[in-house]
């Protein structure tokens, strides 16, 4: 049991214990409380306090108990001083229908106090709620259905620098347009800089001396509830490694000891108890205020960690072991404080961190391909024999430079063979793409429909079942599963000339199925008549044009 939960139990049976004069009154917001929908509180508190966004100075926690019985510990957050104290909020999304017990526990230094009992009845929806961790190749809802994450990452909006069309309403909108459901997106000093005083490169932020950007705050307000309303779900990169690099962004770090914070170098933000603890502040806040949103799917520690704990010339510059120790610490911390399970991660480049991959907190590792596309399909074994768990190729590219002009169209085919490489492959996020603006530019977007149809066939067709199996195709590349009574062939003409094989599987009742070809360009399916069969294998002949695909469906 962890300790917000001993405590949690503690406080439902009376104990002695040391009350302030403290008062804590609370309204809840929300007319009609619905399951999987945030219902919000306001708390008023009758004290100030000289940082309300210290937890260790001050913390005040909503005490829930579910239809079922299961006790929940929600953080809540300070919004504003009032005249005569302090005005929190708590948003909380029920992920069960039925009638909630709650009060609020208010936790100084020198005392605690608690609110009156409320009660709360959540009407049931037909929303799916929550990701979680399913197996290696899907997550899972907590109504059951099962996901595959099919996008791109939108790093951030535009820069100061970048065409100001680029937004997360445009880029947003015109992913969910095209059957996109997922993306992955970082907090930095550019792009929803919550614990960023320094802003720069943007002239959508301005520099703060409070606590947390209020600029940053507003637009991750905005950026949850559009992801909401637009259904798409998202992976929150909550630092990145450049944070850490001397002499880089680490000049603006709100941990630099040079800007009033605890660390005097990267390696002391990793070891130090108050850089810990500041670090513990930042996560509290992000589950209080946004851990309601459904459209979280995971929190992502780090960007690369390894290209900060590494000099380019792959000396070590951090030590490994208190990057992992780290890493164990603040993901047991966010599973012990969110209530709601969201997925945990981290992400290397290319070189691994000792111990990282290992970590029981987290639940998929990640790595980032540039360079070498065609070295994904191998990626997943290794790593998931090796550790147990999904893997995830979170960025991948031709090039990790944004050159249009002279790469372009292979910029393309590797967007291209990238996903459907993850849709024929044992991870439930497909890789996603670096560079949104350049695909954006070179209308890619809608090249997600045609992964998207066919990702959906697959789960409809197997309930989750995916069983890999190697067709014969010569010279193209081929990748099959089968998904109940369906199989599903990817083949790939990965060479510079027109290419024409017979393409062989074994297939139990062959002598009974239908066969058609899908075209992602155009989205067209084919019935193919002209193939042999016995009963237990099916050939059919191929003809690819170079650097062209096709998707087989084969239907018992």
Known sequence: MTKRLMLFSLLLVPVAAIFSQSKVEFTLLTSTVRQYEKAEWSIDINETYKNPFDSREVSLDMMITTPSGKPLALPCYYDTDMVKGTLWKARFTPQEAGKYIYFFHLTTRSATTDSRNGIFVA????????????????????????????????????????????????????????????????????????????????????????????????????????????????????????????????????????????????????????????????????????????????????????????????????PHNAITQWHMEMSRYLKDIDPYGHLATTSISHRDIQGLNSIAYIDFNQKHIYKHTEKIPGIYASYIQTFGKPYVVAEFGYRWEDDDSTYGKLFDYDFKRGLWYGLFS???????????????????????????????????????????????????????????????????????????????????????????????????????????????????????????????????
């Open 426 to 556: 044992p991870t439930p996020i497909l890789p996603m793409s670096w560079w949104w603006e350049l695909f954006d530019e070179r209308n890619m977007t809608p090249y997600f429909r045609g992964v998207r149809m066919i990702s959906d066939d697959m789960l409809k067709a197997g309930n989750g079942s995916f069983v890999p199996f190697s067709p014969s195709a010569g010279l193209l590349e081929s990748y099959g599963v089968r998904c109940g009574n369906k199989y599903f062939l990817y083949l790939l003409n990965n060479s510079d000339t027109v290419v024409t094989t017979p393409v062989a599987l074994s297939v139990d009742g062959a002598d009974e199925i239908k066969m058609q070809s899908f075209n992602p360009e155009d989205l067209s399916f084919n019935e193919i008549k002209h193939f042999t069969s016995d009963r237990n294998s099916i050939t059919v002949t191929i003809g690819l044009e170079r650097k062209k695909e096709l998707v087989l469906i084969i239907n018992k």
């Open 123 to 318: 009407s049931p929806t037909d929303k799916p709620g929550f990701l979680h961790k399913n197996d290696l190749w899907t997550f899972k809802f907590d109504n059951g259905s099962l996901f595959r994450g099919i996008g791109e990452n939108i790093g951030w909006e535009s820069r100061s620098f970048e065409n100001s069309k680029w937004t997360y309403e445009y880029l947003l909108s015109k992913l969910a347009a095209n059957k996109g459901n997922f993306f992955r997106t970082w907090l930095c000093s550019w792009n929803l800089p919550i614990e960023w005083k320094k802003v720069n490169s943007t002239r959508r932020y301005s520099n703060s001396d409070q606590y947390f950007n209020p600029g940053g705050i507003k637009r991750m307000d905005e950026l949850v509830n559009l992801c909401d309303s637009l259904g798409v779900y998202f992976m929150l990169t909550i630092d990145w490694h450049g944070a850490l690099i001397p002499d880089a962004q680490w000049r603006t770090s709100n941990y630099n000891s040079a800007n009033g914070g605890p660390a005097a170098n990267p390696t002391e933000f990793f070891t130090l108890r108050a850089a810990q603890e500041q670090y513990r502040n930042k996560i509290r806040y992000l589950v209080a205020r946004w851990g309601y949103s459904t459209s979280i799917a995971a929190w992502e520690f780090f960007n690369e960690i390894d290209n900060a704990a590494f000099t380019p010339q792959d000396s070590i510059r951090i």
